[in-house]
C-alpha cells in the first residue's frame, strides 16, 4: 500500500489536475505565428512540462530565429482566454481529491503562479489546496530539475522520501525522480501522445496509470 508510506502527495497542474495542455499549446503556436516565428503545435507539444521561458528557449534553436519582443508579454493573456472559455479539470479527479481528507496535498507546477491560481479556481479545484500550491518560477531551475519538487517538500515540511508525484511529462517525471520521490505518472490527459507511457517509465515513473481510479488503486486509497 504504497499510501502508507507517503507522507505528502505532490501534484503537478497541467494535465494532471487540469485538461489544459490543448489549449495552452494552441494559445502558444497562434502568438508565435503572428509574431513571424513558424512554430509548430508538435514544437510546444514536445516541451510540455517545462516552463515558459524554457520552452521559448527551445522554440528559439527549433526555428533558428529569436524570439520576438512582445511574445512573453502576449502568452499569458492569450492562454487565459482560452482557459476561460473551455478549461476542464481531468476526468475524476474531483472524486479522488474527495478522498484524500487527512492526506497532505500540495501542487508543483512549471507554470507561472498566476496560471496555476486561475487554472485551480476555474476548476473548482482551489479550495482542495489553499496555500500549498507552487511553481518553478520561484526556484532557480525548472523541470526537469528537482528543484520545484524538492522546494514543494521543503514548504510543506516532508523528507523527499516520504513523497509522492503525480506527473504527466517526462521532465516532472525526470524532476521527481531526481528529487528522491516516488513518481506515478498519469495519462488521462487529452493532450497525451501515443507511447507517452513508456517514456514516463524510462524517465523514472514507477507506474503510469490512465484514470483517477487507476491512481487511487496504486496507492492503496479505495474509490469506485
Known sequence: M????????????DGVLVD???LAFAAFVDVLNRA????TTAMVADCFGMKQADVLQKIAQATHMDIPEGVTEALWPATRRAFERDLQPTQGVKAFLDRLEGVKRCVASSSNPERIRLSLELTGLAGYFDEAVFSSHQVARGKPAP???????????????R??????????????????????????????PSGHSAGLLAA???????????VAQRIGLGMR
Open 20 to 22: 489544459s495542455e490543448q
Open 147 to 161: 528543484d520545484i519538487f524538492l522546494f514543494a517538500a521543503r514548504k510543506m515540511e516532508v523528507a523527499p522520501d
Open 204 to 214: 523514472g515513473a514507477a507506474s503510469v496509470e490512465a484514470t483517477w481510479s487507476d
Open 2 to 13: 504504497m499510501l502508507a508510506h507517503c507522507d505528502l502527495l505532490i501534484f503537478d497542474c
Open 163 to 192: 513523497c509522492i508525484v503525480i506527473e504527466d511529462s517526462v521532465f516532472g517525471a525526470e524532476g521527481g525522480t531526481a528529487a528522491g520521490m516516488r513518481v506515478i505518472g498519469y495519462v488521462g490527459g487529452s493532450h497525451i
Open 36 to 39: 513571424g516565428v513558424p512554430a
